[in-house]
């Protein structure tokens, strides 16, 4: 019983300590690194799955609740690239010709704005060969890419090689990874 309640009061004691507010000291930013603080857009909920800088120097953004935001550094400015996607939660842009994709919960998405108005008007399947099913907790994460033009991610529970990483074809031929029990990119 002593030893009980030794460990709820080391639990109490060690709960306290976390829990002290923090100290307002300046963080040690290390050379060659700037922080900004840069405001959401208003009234926007933001689930982030995905960021990448494109060639313009803008942040990609996309986000579990199905969108792609772009905030342009220069303008100060968010806006709303693509929207309606399954989960996106993972992002990848070439930095040569700007190609956006996206890896939502049954596909690999490119996004392609055809008229150049800011906003992606064409959503084209890159590849859709892993399934879906209504389970809660089913997602696709990450989005990388090699030198030859393959993509890498991961995928969770119920797809097909839930816990693998693959690549661009999805085949068992191509798995890099596996045995994750919760992937997350």
Known sequence: M???LSFFALVGISTMIVSLPAQDKPARIPAGYSVEKIETPQGVSLGVGGLEFAPDGSLMMCTREG?????SIKKNQWSLFADGLHESLGLWIDPKTSETFVIQRGEITKLVDTDRDGRA???ETFNAGWGVTDNYHEYAFGLVRDSKGNF????????????????????IA???TAGYKDTEG
Do not use: I, Q
């Open 152 to 171: 890498y991610g991961t995928l969770n529970t119920s797809l097909s090689w839930p816990g693998w990483a693959r690549s661009k074809k999805w085949d």
């Open 2 to 4: 002593k030893t009980f």
């Open 67 to 71: 969108e792609v935001w772009k905030y």
């Open 174 to 176: 191509r798995v890099w």
């Open 121 to 123: 008007d064409l959503y």
